[in-house]
């Protein structure tokens, strides 16, 4: 049933289906029994429609949709395949229920393995939680005098008794790991917004503009990171280029990874101020709303667990654009202090 075709995630789906399916017979029983449900894990391409739409204004729901139709089509391509191949008992143990359950359990419990490059799931290695300050992670050694190999984890620190041990599940945004995983970190590091800019239409430079980005590899609308503490200096070289004037001299002749001039230099700022308060009004609460929620701790308690979750998504993420907003002030603030003491 299992061809060199199909994908790891699949195949090791289909196998956590059957040893399911299989029940107190599988020899994984034990391990199967413990697994949560993925109602409990919960990430958001389990959600339901009333449930994302507490999301409304985060890319993130854009991303789960996009997530839930590739999920589907594989099932469908899944069930089309075990048809011709499997036999009855198998293809019943394959139902939506089964595959988005062994699914979810992948994406929130699989570790990845990069001395083998594969996927693995490790039992009581999948219970360790994550942390964006940890710099542990699992991989696997082969073990001293044998042909065998083991999983292995470093500890990063010292762990006194009875310390909670943590990892790291990679650098993810909240975003991410409410998708793969259901839960988000109040401080996140690796947090972040996308930002999608574009060179407008109306632009007079707009086709010039428009070939010189193809020569570059690169399109005329471009999604760049957020962070709370930077943004990225491709997202700054961008704008620049989408603010050309028509008396600012050929494309190829600019240098766009240092100011060109103090007027684009608040043309540019001044474009990403714009996107930030296109983004944040995109979003049907503001953060200070978000922000009141999270201080009233009885009132945030009462809320389902996916509502808390959906809470300090968007808090945070608007939190980011506020911050980027005021950078965007500073620096023409900045800017436009030679002109003033000039006049």
Not at 63 to 80: M, V, Y
Not at 228 to 245: K, T, V, W
Request: proline share 4%.
């Amino acid at each position: 049933v299992v061809s060199d075709e199909m994908g790891e995630y699949i195949a090791l789906a289909l196998l956590l289906m059957r040893e399911r399916g299989l029940g107190a017979a599988s020899a994984w029983a034990p391990y199967i029994d413990i697994l949560p449900s993925s109602e409990e894990v919960g990430q958001t391409f389990v959600w339901s429609d009333d449930e994302l739409r507490m999301l409304e204004g985060s890319e993130v729901v854009a991303t789960t949709r996009s997530f839930q139709a590739k999920l589907r089509a594989e099932f469908e391509t899944l069930k089309t395949l075990l048809a011709s191949t499997a036999g009855e008992e198998l293809q019943a143990m394959v139902s939506w229920e089964a595959f988005e359950w062994a699914m979810s359990m992948l994406f929130s419990r699989g570790i990845n393995l990069p001395q083998e490059q594969a996927l693995a799931l490790v039992p009581y290695a999948d219970l360790l939680n994550h942390s964006p300050y940890s710099t542990s992670y699992f991989m696997d050694n082969k073990i001293p005098l044998s042909s065998e190999r083991e999983v292995v984890l470093y500890s990063d620190r010292n762990y006194a008794r009875n310390d909670q041990v943590l990892i790291s599940y990679g650098q993810k945004s909240n975003a991410e790991l409410a998708l793969l995983y259901g839960f988000v970190v109040d401080r996140n590091l690796f947090d972040q917004v996308e930002l999608a800019v574009s060179v407008s239409t109306d632009d007079p430079r707009h086709l010039e503009k428009e070939h010189y980005l193809r020569a570059q590899g690169l399109e005329t609308r471009i999604a760049f990171p957020l962070l709370i503490d930077r943004y990225s200096s491709e997202l700054m070289q961008f704008l620049r280029l989408g603010c050309m004037g028509t008396s600012d001299g050929p494309l190829a002749s600019v240098a766009y990874n240092e100011p060109i001039s103090p007027e684009n230099e608040a043309s540019a700022f001044t474009a990403l101020r714009a996107g930030c308060e296109k983004a944040l009004a995109a979003y049907p609460d503001s953060e200070e709303d978000d922000a009141k929620l999270m201080e009233n701790s009885r009132l945030f308690a009462t809320l389902s667990r996916r509502a808390r979750v959906a809470v300090k998504l968007r808090r945070n993420e608007k939190k980011i654009l506020l911050r980027t907003i005021r950078v965007c002030d500073t620096a023409l603030l900045g800017l436009n202090k030679p002109a003033a003491s000039a006049a």
